[in-house]
């Protein structure tokens, strides 16, 4: 089903873009707004909807449902998984081993050195 959606979708999307490519831009018509003969204003009405606009809409439309389409089919997908035969691995217990650790001894204040000739005090 997404697969029969998803070559819909290329295929508007190539239409699409075609049709976009094929029309003419509004300033295409602007030389013949100042003398040409023609019918139309400078910024007035564009006169009835040619055939290449009504696509455009057509296309546009059916893009934007196969592109809903293929969003609801991708957070709905039920696909096997090749990690549902692997479990999980078990964690083993961190435990503290004291034979691993050096022992602490207290530090002891260094006893005063005395040497031959002085006195005692």
Do not use: W
């Amino acid at each position: 089903m997404s697969i029969l959606v998803v070559v819909i979708h290329v295929i508007v999307c190539v239409a699409l873009i075609m049709i976009v490519l094929l029309q003419t831009g509004k300033g295409a018509d602007m030389g013949a707004a100042f003398g040409g003969g023609s019918g139309q204003t400078l910024f007035g009405s564009t006169g009835a909807s040619t055939f290449l606009s009504k696509a455009t809409t057509v296309v546009a439309i059916m893009f934007m449902v196969t592109s809903l389409g293929l969003a609801y089919l991708s957070s709905h997908r039920t696909g096997n998984s090749i990690m549902t035969d692997i479990k999980a691995p078990i964690e083993q217990p961190v435990t503290s081993d004291k034979s691993d650790q050096p022992e602490a001894t207290p530090s002891q204040p260094a006893e005063p050195v005395q040497t031959e000739g002085e006195p005692q005090g």
